[in-house]
Nanobody
Framework: QLQASGGGLVQPGGSLRLSCAAS????????MGWYRQAPRRQRELVTL???????DYGESVKGRFTISIDNARNMVYLQMNSLEPEDTAVYHC?????????WGQGTLVTVSS
């Protein structure tokens, strides 16, 4: 089970850090990351990190967002800087294990002045 938190209202140019807590060990997951879905838009990749460390970022967040994983605490974080109104979306934590994709409930991020 994955539990995301940390969303909220932030002004353009601001920062937020999202957290995703896994109910068990994340050591066995082949990849973990974040996706987002804005109103009336399809879900899109924010970032995904494979077990070996290879990390992919969506084009619109490159250079602004950073994923980090704490295996000891079974936590995945998303540091979001220089937020823009276009970043407004529900952010979902994702984990891949044995070819299966697992999702947590989302956390809403609203970027507005």
């Amino acid at each position: 089970q994955l539990q995301a938190s940390g969303g909220g209202l932030v002004q353009p140019g601001g920062s937020l850090r999202l957290s995703c807590a896994a109910s068990g060990s994340i050591f066995g997951f082949s990849a973990m990351g974040w996706y987002r879905q804005a109103p009336r838009r399809q879900r899109e990749l924010v970032t995904l990190r494979a077990r070996g460390g290879l990390t992919d970022y969506g084009e619109s967040v490159k250079g602004r967002f950073t994923i980090s994983i704490d295996n000891a605490r079974n936590m995945v974080y998303l540091q979001m800087n220089s937020l823009e109104p276009e970043d407004t979306a529900v952010y979902h934590c994702n984990a891949v294990h044995s070819g299966l994709s697992f999702w947590g409930q989302g956390t809403l991020v609203t970027v507005s002045s």
